[in-house]
Each structure stands twice: as C-alpha cells, then as structure tokens.
C-alpha cells in the first residue's frame, strides 16, 4: 500500500505523461515514413488533378526546352567552331610581273622586321602542287596551258602583337608594299565567328536565366493555388502543433515533382526534335567530309537538366510558403 | 496549469478586448468561460493556443510563459493543449482515423503506437469500430466525439473549448459535457468556453464570466 502511494504521488497523472512519445529508433522511422508519405501523397495528388497538373508541367517543359535546346544548338555551333584554330597568320599574294631575285629580297626584308616570327615562301610552283592535291579541282587546273596561281608569302606575326589595331597597321603596310598584290588575314573569319558565338552563348546564358525564372515563378503559382486548396488542411495541423518544416514537407515534394516531370518531359521534347533534324543534319555534314557530328544531350547534360528543373520547382515551392504561409493564420 | 497575470489584449483599432484579466487554473480542474458575444472569450482562448500573444501582463502554462516562447517553439506549446471547435475542423477528406491520427503523426509516433493510441483514443469517445468512415456520414455529436478525441489522443494536460456544444442539441450537449468531465477526473484541465447558461449552471464547476473584457466573476 505504502508503496502503491509513494509511486502514485510520483507519476504524473494518466493523461500528463510526456508530450512527444516512442524511441529514438521509432522517431527515427516515423520520420523517414513521413518524408516517403509526403513523397508519395503529392505524387498521388499531382495524378489525381492530372489535367491541370499536365498543363503546368507542359508549360514548364516547353520553358525548359527553349532553354536546354538553344544551349545544344550553341554546344553544336561552338564544336564546329572550336575545330578551327584563330591565328594572326598573314597572306601576302605577290603581283605576278614580280621576279623570283626580288620577292627572295622581299621576303628577307620581312623576316629583319622585329614583331614577324616566321615567313614561309610558296612558290607556284608549290602552291600548284598544294592545289592540286588538296582543291579536288586537280584536272581542271591541268587543263590549264598556264600556272594561274601567284606566288605566295605566309608571314606570322610574333604573340607579342595580340593587338588588333598593331595586327591592322601591319597587313596595312603589306598592303601599300609596290611586290605585294593583295594581302589578307588569314583566320579573320574564324575571329569573326568565335565572337559572335560568344555573344551566342551569352544570350543563351540570359535568355536561360529569364526562362529559368519563369518556370520557378510558374511553380511557385501553381503551389499557391495548392496551398490555397488545403488551407483547411495547414491551419488545422498547425492547431494541432505542427512545425512549419511539416506543413512544407508535401508541397516542397509537390514542386518536386512538378520539377522533375517537366525536366523530362523537356528532354523528350529536345531528343525528338533533335532526331527528327539529325538525318537532313547528317546529309548535310556528309556533303563536307563529314566535318561535324551532332551532339545529343549527353548523361551528364541530361543529369544537370533533370537536376535543375527539379531544383527549380523545390525553390518555387520554398519561395511560396516562405512568404505565403505566415499569412494562413489559424482562427 | 493556467495562469492568466493581468492580461490586457488591444487590437489596433479596436482598443481592449481584454483588460486586466488574473485567474489561475489549478491542473485538474475544470472551468468555463461565458460572457456575451464580444466579451473577448476568444480573443482569451487564442492567447492560450499562441494564435495571438497578449499586449500586457503574462500568460503561464504549465510553467512557461507564453509571452516569451520564440516562433519556432509554438508548435511544441500547442501539443500541450487540446483544442476542439465549434465547427469541430475535422478534415472532410480524411477518414475518422485519419482525422484522430493527425496530432500523434506530427509528434512523430510509430506507426504501431499511433494505431493503438487512435483506437484507445476513439474507444474513450464512445467511437471504437467508425475509423474507416469519412466526418461526413456522421452526425454532428458524432463528428464532434471525433474533435474530442482527436484533441485527447496525445495526452495534453490542457483542453481547450470553443462552444463545442455550440451546434447540438441538449441531450448531445450533456453527453459531450460528460465526456469533458471524464477526463478532468484523470487528471486533465479543462477550459470551456460556452454561452449556453442553462447547461453550465447545471453542472458544479467553476464560472469565469467576462463583460467588455473584464473579468467579473470567477
């Protein structure tokens, strides 16, 4: 009896024991069972309204489309690009009443200059035989009773002369040489070319970042609208003592998914369109010697595309009940 | 349990809803709360379910006050207080278990022990054998015995009641009264706040009549 009463002074009465009950292990697997039930109720939720569901997804995807499809169209682009070296490397085409004594001195007279590194004399002769194995055009320019081609002296400017406006001044003096015929940079196109990829690739840079930030903006609404829907839902679990970090759990994993589908739906869309341009794209390549190959969006590109997309609709989502949820105030 | 130490509620624009109000609460007992419509019996539930935090004085539960518990800890706070409604705020999508379930789920219990607390928790309310059925296709008493036991089932050592016999009738109303008492006897507080006076006069327990936000009886 005596001990009866010592214990029931101790306990606390029935309905007072602690407030959070089981182990640690039985917390720990609650948890885990929670996050995977949060996982799979918004899965179920987004098939459940899959019709509105497959509109904002579509809408996502063709954003995400535009985006990772201008990216593989410059990746493309740049890989044609990329197989041609830029060099400051002059051509300096000699008037054809030039004799072979004087273009020697010619070319000696360049090489004393201090800002030249190489010069290299093509003779006709030379330049014929180059034509000829090189051009396709080989019997034609036998047909020929006369070599047509000048005489041609390649000159390199020395690294030092990185600039512009010295390279210029120096294919200008060339120019006004009395041997000299006709003088060219070289690579000038190539220069032309790699800068106007770079302005590509930095407009595909924004114009991802602007589409980027409408697919979030997008999520973010469509959680809204979520939210709005289980208002009921989130004020009473707060009542009942939720924490924020488990009224977010299943719309974060809601903008998940709604990430995740429109990033693969994006990659079908790119794929299909990227399949159906591949055979005219090949023909094309075949016709100069095969000098490109197409470039699909590879595992580790798809990776970062499904990546992103899923990011994405997590950040829309966080963004939304960040601001949004401190409004939904019980009453 | 409940300490209310000179507690003054103004809304902006709206002036004192409360003022002034000291009562205390000794764990086990059971109280109502009456008053006319604006009186500011709410406005005194909400302060204790940390929905508003009062303007002036301090309120103590269970120890701790109120006035100083940070964003993050009101959660954990609420869990020791079992609200139930007029409304009854049941989730009309969710089954009766589903509904009961809610509280032990964000405490973050076991799937067995919640299962035995739900069923534990329904039998108390008279409601053991309707888990799978939807608030819906139950009657009002019924839907609000489903309140109750969703408030009980984490064994909060408070409850709090908004008119919860606001929307039943008499003999319901008893039962549900009843019920309440039930659990004062195990060791529970309870704060109901009511305008019905016939009922509360019936029963012998302890009255904390507001007027204009003012405590004039307790």
Known sequence: MKHINKKSVKQEPRWQTKISGGNFVDKFHAYRNHHAQALFSSLGRLVASRFSSAMTIIVLAIAISLASGFYILVANLQQLAGNLEASNQISLFIKDEISEARVNKFANSIRQNSDIQEVKLITKEQALEEFQSYSGFGEAIKALDKNPLPVVIQVLPKNSLENEQALEALLDDFKRSAEVDFAQMDMQWVKRLQSIMEVARRGVTLLSLLLGAGVLFITANTIRLELYNRRDEVVIAKLVGATNGFIHRPFLYSGFWIGFFSGVTAWFIVTTIMLILKQPIETLSRLYDNAFHMLFLGFAETLALLFISSLLGVVGSWIVLHFQLQQLKPE | ?218
């Open chain 2, 1 to 218: 349990m409940l300490k209310f130490d000179n507690v003054s509620m103004r809304y902006p624009g709206a002036g004192d809803v409360l003022r002034n109000v000291s009562f205390h609460l000794q764990r086990g007992e059971m109280a109502f709360l009456t008053g006319h419509s604006g009186a500011g019996k709410s406005t005194l539930l909400k302060l204790i379910a940390l929905i508003e935090r009062c303007s002036r004085g301090q309120v103590l539960l269970d120890g701790e006050s109120l006035n100083l518990a940070k964003d993050r800890q009101v959660p954990y706070l609420r869990r020791k207080v079992g609200l139930i409604f007029q409304d009854y705020k049941l989730l009309q999508d969710r089954t009766v278990f589903d509904n009961v379930a809610l509280p032990l789920i964000i405490a973050g219990y076991g799937h067995h022990e919640v299962s035995r607390r739900v069923r534990a928790s329904l039998d108390k309310v008279g409601l053991l054998g309707k888990e799978r059925k939807y608030p819906a296709v139950l009657s009002g008493g019924e839907q609000q015995r489903v309140g109750i036991a969703r408030a009980v089932v984490n064994k909060p050592p408070m409850i709090l009641a908004d008119e919860p016999t606001g929307n039943l009738d008499p003999e319901l109303s008893a039962e549900i009264m009843h019920l309440f008492e039930q659990f004062q006897q195990v060791g529970v507080t309870i704060l109901i706040a009511s305008h019905d006076i016939s009922l509360i006069a019936q029963m012998n327990h302890r009255i904390l009549k507001l007027d204009h936000g003012q405590l004039v009886a307790s």
